[in-house]
C-alpha cells in the first residue's frame, strides 16, 4: 500500500510510535510517506521505501499564528495525488485529524483518500477536554474513517469524553523485540535505575529523585533520567537539595535508546497517567522490570508481581520498596526480567501487532 504518515515529529510517544509504524510498514514493503514539519527522530530516511515531505508554513505579519493546519492539508492533498496514496494515517488529533479531513475534499474530485486516525493519550485525556478543542475533536474523531486507539483504557476514555458511537478499533503499542533486547551480560555491581520521558508535569519524574533517595538508604543505586522537557530543571533543583547530584545523570534526549535501557536493572514509570506507556514496554523488552503506576492503560501491559510492579500514583515509599526488593534479590530479578521479556514477545512484538495495521488499512479502504 502507499500510506501517508503525520505525527508530532519529536520526542513525543505518539511520533515514536508512528515513526516506529512506518519502517515497518516500509521493511514489509509499503510505500511510507511521512508529511511532517520535520524529520521524525528516529527515522533513517535512507531506509528504501520510505519517503519525507517537509510542510513549510510561511510566515506573514499579519498572522500572529501561522496557520500550520491549513500548510498541513495542503501537503497531504499535494503528495496524495502526486503519489497515489491509498490512505492518511494520522497521529494525535489535533490538529492532524482536521488537515486529513480537508485534504480528503480537497481531492474528492479525482479520488478516495480515507484516512485513519490514531488517538494516543492527551489528545483525549487533556488537550482534546479543554473546550477550545473538545468540539472540534470531537467532529475530527467522528469524520474520520478508521479510528484506532493504543489501549483499552483509551477506547473507554475516548467513548466516555466525547461520547463517540462508532466503532474504536484497539491496536496497542508495539515494539522490535530484535532491536530492543537484554544485554548479553548486565552489570552486576553497579545498579542503575532508568527514567525515559519528555519531562512534562504529567510524567511526575520528581518523583523518580524522590524513590532514588529512600532506595539509596539502604541500597546503592544511580538514576538515568533521559530526555528532556518542563520538570528538568526542578528535577535537577530536588536532586541538589536532596544532596543526589553525583547519583543522578541527567542524560537528555537521546535518539539510540535501545542501547541504553538494557545497562539498566529497573526502569521507573511514576506517571500520573498514561494511556499506555511505552517506555515501560521498551524496558520490558529489554528484560528491565518497570516499577510503575497504576494509572491508565498500564496495567494492560504491566501485570503487577509478575513481569513488573505497579503501585498507586504519588507512593513513592511502596515504588522505593519494589525497586530495593529487585535490586537486592537476584533471583526475583532475574525471574521478571525473564517474564518481562517474555511478555514483549508473547503480546507486543511489532511482528505481531504491525499485521493488525495492516488489516485494518485494508478494511477501511474497501469501505
Ligand atoms: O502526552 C504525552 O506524554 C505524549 C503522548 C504523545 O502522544 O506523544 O504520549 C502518549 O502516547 C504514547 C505512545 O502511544 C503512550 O505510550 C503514552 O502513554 C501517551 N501519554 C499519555 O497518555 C500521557
Redesign the pocket.
Known sequence: MKVGIT??P????????ATELGLELANRGHDVHFITYANPIRLDPDTPRIHYHEVEVSNYPLFQYPPYSLALASRMAEVAERYHLDLLHV??AIPHSISALLAQQMVAAKRRLPFVT?L????V??VGMDRSYFPITKFSIEKSDGVTT??EY?RKQTVDVFGIAKPIHVIH?FVNCSLYRPAEVRNREDKILLHI??F?P??RVLDCIRILAKVRQTTPATLWMVGDGPDRGPAEVLARDLGLEDYVNFMGKQDHVERLIPKAHVLLLP???????????EGMACGVPPVATNA???PELVTHGVDGFLEAVGDTSAQANRVIELLTDEVLHAKMSAAARATALRRFCSSLIIPKYEEYYEEVCSE
Open positions: 505525527c508530532y519529536t520526542y513525543g510517544g505518539s511520533g515514536i510510535v497521529h494525535y490514531t494516543h493519550g492527551t489528545d485525556t487533556l493504543i489501549s483509551m503499542n520521558s519528555n512534562r504529567v510524567k506517571t500520573e497517567l498514561e494511556a499506555f506507556g511505552l517506555a515501560a514496554l491508565g492503560g498500564v
